[in-house]
């Protein structure tokens, strides 16, 4: 494998320039096929529109787009100049997007005119005076007005490549505390975190990529989009996701390797036992963002007709474990996985002593996949570390005697609604300034397709009434996403505290998962 990104695409392209680099699938069944040499040719003038425009080598460029063939040629435009790709979940409405552009400090966004319903641009307009570093906003149903007008000059292109060890990705994640941090990986740690993979699970030329999960999270970024490129094979990009459509796609292309959350695993294996015709020749499921239900994994297998590999990673260190297809099955889709080679994994009590096999405690990882650090927070970055250089998950888990891993809980306390983390504690935050709230708790209830969902428990003020709809009024209204909308309010007089005046959350985290089994129960 190459040492940097751009130099697979560029043998590809130099070697097969006809054949499908990109297959973009559109809902209705229309799509779009980018050859590697369109690919290379795009991305160079995406490179030459950003030089053209003043962006030079550690600059950041941001994008929010859904899965479509733009957002792989921005990437790669970014990484021939040696710029750190910046991409932003479609999901961010206003208030998520301008805390990203001001953290990164972009002076280049690329967006949609619409999508969904909404109008990205007009919205990025609108924020405008907050965002003193945003000098170009790119709207992509215009950006080919602006390429036609620019030459490329390959050999500026090629004097501006980047170091391997050069940073190359910037991603925002939630933290304990639920403020986003930005992650930065280098180019040479993402190779290396892909290139583990391939080996693990002995992905080869032969195989083809379905890429459900969305580009701007790790999992889609690269574990889809970044894979695909490295092996030089086609990946299937889904831009809105359904699962029978997915399904379509899948046996159309023939694709062979999935890396995508719990709740597309989910919906896939519904579709086909509701009566679609399952995918032909896919081999390996890689189910990560969400814990994985067994008995899911145990249908997936059966009616996917796949392999179904247990995972851990985190956006700071990409994979750390996996399973492999070799595995028992007990062990292939109901564990985590091993640690990956060159990755170390530990569990340890709250005095720091390494506990033994079978053992709960706090979930640690060497590995040489770890990010360079978070964006401009030293001290977020050194807090993310042991003494002796182990970086704390945040999460509790087991490993046994085989050294297969299962995580068994968070410390964090981030709800993780089908690969998406919810920043519980910004939420809370924003509650408490609605006129009817008192004290406002979020807490992750069970969910058999997403796993968590959040509940919100609040004790309202005297006098004052309150519904879901209107708690979701008021959070639509301040522009939050509405993936992290509370989906259950339960009002209570008092909520439970500690003798020092502290939330119990585990009281209401037990309330909530009783509350979901007694629906079930009525269900039933």
Same mark, same amino acid.
């Given at each position: 494998?190459?040492?940097?990104? %751009?130099d697979c695409v560029a043998e590809?392209?130099?070697?097969?320039?006809?054949?499908?680099?990109?297959?973009?699938?559109?809902?209705?069944?229309?799509?779009?096929?980018?050859?590697?040499?369109?690919?290379?040719?795009?991305?160079?003038?995406?490179?030459?529109?950003?030089?053209?425009?003043?962006?030079?080598?550690?600059?950041?460029?941001?994008?929010?787009?859904?899965?479509?063939?733009?957002?792989?040629?921005?990437?790669?435009?970014?990484?021939?100049?040696?710029?750190?790709?910046?991409?932003?979940?479609?999901?961010?409405?206003?208030?998520?997007?301008?805390?990203?552009?001001?953290?990164?400090?972009?002076?280049?966004?690329?967006?949609?005119?619409?999508?969904?319903?909404?109008?990205?641009?007009?919205?990025?307009?609108?924020?405008?005076?907050?965002?003193?570093?945003?000098?170009?906003?790119?709207?992509?149903?215009?950006?080919?007005?602006?390429?036609?007008?620019?030459?490329?000059?390959?050999?500026?292109?090629?004097?501006?490549?980047?170091?391997?060890?050069?940073?190359?990705?910037?991603?925002?994640?939630?933290?304990?505390?639920?403020?986003?941090?930005?992650?930065?990986?280098?180019?040479?740690?993402?190779?290396?975190?892909?290139r583990l993979e391939i080996e693990?699970?002995?992905?080869?030329?032969?195989?083809?990529?379905?890429?459900?999960?969305?580009?701007?999270?790790?999992?889609?970024?690269?574990?889809?989009?970044?894979?695909?490129?490295?092996?030089?094979?086609?990946?299937?990009?889904?831009?809105?996701?359904?699962?029978?459509?997915?399904?379509?796609?899948?046996?159309?292309?023939?694709?062979?390797?999935?890396?995508?959350?719990?709740?597309?695993?989910?919906?896939?294996?519904?579709?086909?036992?509701?009566?679609?015709?399952?995918?032909?020749?896919?081999?390996?499921?890689?189910?990560?963002?969400?814990?994985?239900?067994?008995?899911?994994?145990?249908?997936?297998?059966?009616?996917?007709?796949?392999?179904?590999?247990?995972?851990?990673?985190?956006?700071?260190?990409?994979?750390?474990?996996?399973?492999?297809?070799?595995?028992?099955?007990?062990?292939?889709?109901?564990?985590?996985?091993?640690?990956?080679?060159?990755?170390?994994?530990?569990?340890?009590?709250?005095?720091?002593?390494?506990?033994?096999?079978?053992?709960?405690?706090?979930?640690?990882?060497?590995?040489?996949t770890q990010f360079a650090g978070?964006?401009?927070?030293?001290?977020?970055?050194?807090?993310?570390?042991?003494?002796?250089?182990?970086?704390?998950?945040?999460?509790?888990?087991? %490993?046994?005697?085989?050294?297969?891993?299962?995580?068994?809980?968070?410390?964090?306390?981030?709800?993780?609604?089908?690969?998406?983390?919810?920043?519980?504690?910004?939420?809370?935050?924003?509650?408490?300034?609605?006129?009817?709230?008192?004290?406002?708790?979020?807490?992750?209830?069970?969910?058999?397709?997403?796993?968590?969902?959040?509940?919100?428990? %609040?004790?309202?003020?005297?006098?004052?009434?309150?519904?879901?709809?209107?708690?979701? %009024?008021?959070?639509?209204?301040?522009?939050?996403?509405?993936?992290?909308?509370?989906?259950?309010?339960?009002?209570?007089?008092?909520?439970?505290?500690?003798?020092?005046?502290?939330?119990?959350?585990?009281?209401?985290?037990?309330?909530?998962?009783?509350?979901?089994?007694?629906?079930?129960?009525?269900?039933?």
């Amino acid at each position: 494998m190459k040492e940097r990104l %751009i130099d697979c695409v560029a043998e590809c392209a130099r070697e097969h320039p006809e054949e499908p680099a990109i297959v973009a699938l559109a809902p209705a069944g229309a799509g779009g096929v980018w050859s590697w040499e369109r690919l290379w040719r795009e991305s160079g003038r995406i490179a030459t529109l950003l030089l053209a425009l003043g962006v030079r080598p550690g600059e950041r460029v941001a994008y929010q787009l859904p899965n479509r063939a733009e957002f792989v040629a921005i990437t790669l435009g970014a990484l021939r100049i040696g710029a750190i790709c910046c991409p932003l979940m479609p999901i961010f409405r206003e208030r998520e997007l301008a805390f990203a552009l001001a953290r990164s400090g972009a002076r280049v966004l690329f967006v949609l005119e619409e999508h969904r319903g909404r109008r990205p641009s007009v919205e990025v307009a609108s924020l405008a005076p907050r965002l003193e570093h945003l000098e170009h906003t790119i709207v992509i149903e215009r950006l080919e007005e602006r390429l036609e007008r620019l030459v490329t000059d390959v050999r500026t292109l090629d004097a501006c490549r980047p170091a391997p060890d050069a940073l190359a990705q910037l991603l925002f994640t939630s933290g304990t505390s639920g403020t986003p941090k930005g992650v930065l990986h280098r180019q040479d740690t993402l190779m290396h975190a892909v290139r583990l993979e391939i080996e693990h699970l002995g992905l080869t030329s032969r195989d083809r990529i379905y890429v459900p999960s969305p580009l701007a999270h790790q999992t889609g970024f690269l574990y889809g989009m970044w894979l695909a490129l490295s092996l030089g094979v086609v990946q299937v990009l889904q831009e809105h996701w359904e699962p029978r459509r997915a399904l379509e796609g899948m046996r159309e292309w023939k694709t062979s390797f999935v890396q995508a959350a719990t709740p597309f695993l989910h919906d896939l294996v519904q579709a086909v036992e509701s009566g679609a015709e399952p995918p032909r020749g896919l081999r390996i499921f890689v189910p990560t963002g969400a814990a994985v239900p067994r008995e899911l994994a145990r249908r997936a297998v059966q009616t996917l007709r796949t392999a179904v590999c247990g995972a851990f990673g985190t956006t700071e260190g990409c994979l750390a474990t996996l399973a492999s297809p070799a595995d028992p099955p007990e062990q292939a889709w109901g564990s985590d996985g091993r640690a990956l080679p060159s990755i170390r994994i530990r569990v340890r009590d709250e005095a720091g002593r390494e506990l033994p096999h079978g053992a709960e405690g706090h979930f640690e990882i060497a590995s040489p996949t770890q990010f360079a650090g978070y964006l401009d927070d030293p001290r977020a970055t050194a807090d993310a570390y042991t003494a002796d250089g182990w970086y704390r998950t945040g999460d509790l888990a087991v %490993i046994d005697e085989a050294g297969y891993l299962r995580v068994t809980g968070r410390v964090k306390d981030v709800i993780n609604r089908g690969g998406e983390k919810i920043p519980v504690a910004d939420i809370e935050q924003l509650l408490y300034q609605h006129a009817a709230v008192r004290e406002a708790a979020i807490v992750a209830m069970p969910d058999p397709r997403l796993g968590e969902r959040a509940c919100a428990f %609040i004790a309202p003020r005297a006098g004052c009434a309150l519904d879901l709809t209107s708690l979701r %009024i008021f959070l639509d209204e301040r522009r939050v996403a509405k993936q992290y909308w509370p989906e259950r309010l339960e009002l209570l007089e008092e909520l439970p505290k500690t003798a020092s005046g502290k939330i119990q959350k585990y009281v209401l985290r037990d309330r909530a998962r009783l509350l979901c089994e007694v629906r079930e129960g009525a269900d039933a």
